[in-house]
């Protein structure tokens, strides 16, 4: 069982930068690889940026590509996503994500996930 609260959400100017945090609980961590989402209001839960469970290799969305970057520390179970240049269409709830499934990384898809985060509050003024 992992248990997953994000941090570090709230209110900034378009072309601002943010930086979330995800603290995992259990001590399976290190063999999760790990995911970003979002949801804004009326719209799907959308990937933004996953992490592997090894090697850290990292893939992202095309919309934050450049933006965005996901980092994990292992030694104390969590996971950050640093945002930069921010723009109004990132505003969204923001959800950390766990997966406990065999492979390096889960992919892009949400049922692929295991754990979920309560969500932070992301929004950018114009």
């Known amino acids: 069982q992992v248990k997953l609260v994000e941090s570090g959400g709230g209110l900034v100017q378009a072309g601002g930068s943010l930086r979330l945090s995800c603290a995992a609980s259990?001590?399976?961590?290190?063999?999760?690889?790990m995911g970003w989402f979002r949801q804004a209001p009326g719209k799907e839960r959308e990937f933004v940026v996953g992490?592997?469970?090894?090697?850290?290799?990292?893939y992202y969305a095309d919309s934050v590509k450049g933006r965005f970057t996901i980092s994990r520390d292992n030694a104390k179970n969590t996971v950050y996503l640093q945002m930069n240049r921010l723009k109004p269409d990132d505003t969204a709830v923001y959800y950390c994500?766990?997966?406990?499934?065999?492979?390096?990384?889960?992919?892009?898809?949400?049922?692929?996930?295991?754990?979920w985060g309560q969500g932070t509050q992301v929004t950018v003024s114009s």
């Open positions: 994500a766990a997966s406990a499934g065999s492979a390096a990384s889960a992919g892009t898809a949400p049922f692929r996930y295991d754990y």
């Open positions: 259990g001590r399976t961590f290190s063999s999760n690889s």
């Open positions: 992490i592997s469970r090894s090697d850290s290799r990292t």
